[in-house]
């Protein structure tokens, strides 16, 4: 029996998203279940007891966790003409150097995020803090520098790739959830590329 490749998160979560749109973008059909990593615990240890999203049933039955490596097994399962990798190697590169950026930021924003929402005042840890607001402010400072957007609209290519995926959801995560960082330290050009990407079908 072929079972529906399902995908299993909130898409709050950047990386349950990229991989969300990345699903549309290479035109796979899948199932959707959201369920959240603090508030479904039970449910979710059932599916991956190590309660991470994303996490992705593939249709024969594996389960596959983090986003990265999903990616990579959807981008090998799909048809070439929608993979959002190049086959060439400059386009790749610059890509895979892009989409680095892009997870970190995710990473430093999620971890930000944690320490004003989920640990206890009396254990908040400022050093802590500033070092991630200053890999923040570094990071989006890097990817403003290092941001090209073609006359088609997108960065790598003249389609949706997955650099701009996953760029696009982590200005649009830290849009919503660090607003103050969003607002001093997104430039310009990110905040028009996130809001041209966020008016497409895809996202
Ligand atoms: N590197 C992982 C990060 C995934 C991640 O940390 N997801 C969060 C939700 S945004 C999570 O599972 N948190 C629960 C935990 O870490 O225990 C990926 O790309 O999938």
């Known amino acids: ?3 529906a490749m399902k995908l299993i998160g909130m898409l709050d979560s950047p990386y349950v998203r990229r991989v969300a749109i990345s699903l549309k973008a290479m035109n796979f059909s899948f199932e ?3 369920l959240s990593v603090f508030n479904d615990i039970e449910k979710m240890k059932v ?3 190590l309660m991470k999203a994303p996490s992705l049933m593939t249709d024969e039955g594996i389960l596959l966790i ?3 490596l999903i990616l990579e097994y959807l981008d090998r399962k799909c048809n070439e003409n929608y993979s959002l990798l190049s086959k060439n190697m400059e386009q ?3 890509s895979q150097y892009l989409i680095g950026i892009a997870l970190t930021l995710c990473d430093k924003a999620v971890q930000l995020f944690m320490e ?3 640990r206890p005042p009396e254990k908040f840890y400022q050093e802590w803090v500033d070092r991630i607001n200053e890999q923040l402010q570094a990071g989006l400072s890097l990817l403003d520098q290092q941001v090209i957007i073609n006359d088609a609209g997108y960065l790598i290519d003249n389609r949706i790739m997955q650099a701009d995926i996953s760029i696009a959801v982590m200005l649009k995560y830290i849009e919503k959830k660090l607003s103050s960082i969003y607002n001093n330290y997104v430039s310009k050009k990110l905040k028009v590329f996130s809001s041209a990407m966020e008016s497409t079908s895809l996202f």
């Open 1 to 3: 029996m072929v079972l």
């Open 32 to 34: 959707h279940e959201e």
């Open 47 to 49: 599916v991956n007891p």
């Open 66 to 68: 983090d986003s990265t």
């Open 92 to 94: 790749f590169t610059k």
């Open 116 to 118: 004003y929402n989920r």
